[in-house]
């Protein structure tokens, strides 16, 4: 999954998408469908006021038709896998409650053990991805 790390918060995402859709007259439910179909894919892309991209797909539910999401590999963004991303929260979570600033092989392999029932991971530099997410987040 693509996790969007920008200035924008959801509130300006939500309102700039609101704004481009209702300019390119595909706001309301049907409008919406025939502009997101209309290039023969199931999504269209649109680029942020702080050039990161985003996808615009259907939604599942007619009330809540317009699905967003960051695009894959877009400015502003980091790419991880879904237990990398528990793995980093789980760490992280543990970090804060035991006042340690240091996240190490051991406990990191000790905190996939047993909050996520997972295997553990061999080093720290086969694991470039969670180094990354656990810079991020010691970074906020």
Same mark, same amino acid.
């Given at each position: ?33 025939? @502009? ?17 991209? @985003? ?14 999401? #960051? ?48 295997? #553990? ?20």
């Amino acid at each position: 999954m693509d996790l969007y790390l920008g200035k924008l918060t959801p509130s300006e995402i939500n309102e700039f998408t609101k704004n481009f859709l209702k300019e390119n007259e595909a706001f309301n439910y049907e409008p919406y469908e025939q @502009w997101l179909f209309s290039e023969g894919k199931e999504y269209r892309l649109i680029t942020l006021s702080d050039k990161s991209i @985003w996808a615009l797909r259907m939604g599942i539910e007619k009330e809540n038709y317009i699905h967003i999401h #960051p695009g894959r590999y877009s400015l502003h963004t980091i790419r991880a896998r879904a237990l990398t991303l528990k793995t980093a929260i789980c760490v992280m979570a543990y970090l804060n409650i035991h006042e340690n600033f240091f996240p190490d092989l051991e406990l990191i392999n000790d905190v996939r053990k047993e909050f996520l029932n997972a295997a #553990p991971v061999k080093s720290l530099s086969a694991t470039p991805g969670l180094r990354r997410l656990l810079n991020v987040f010691n970074n906020l």
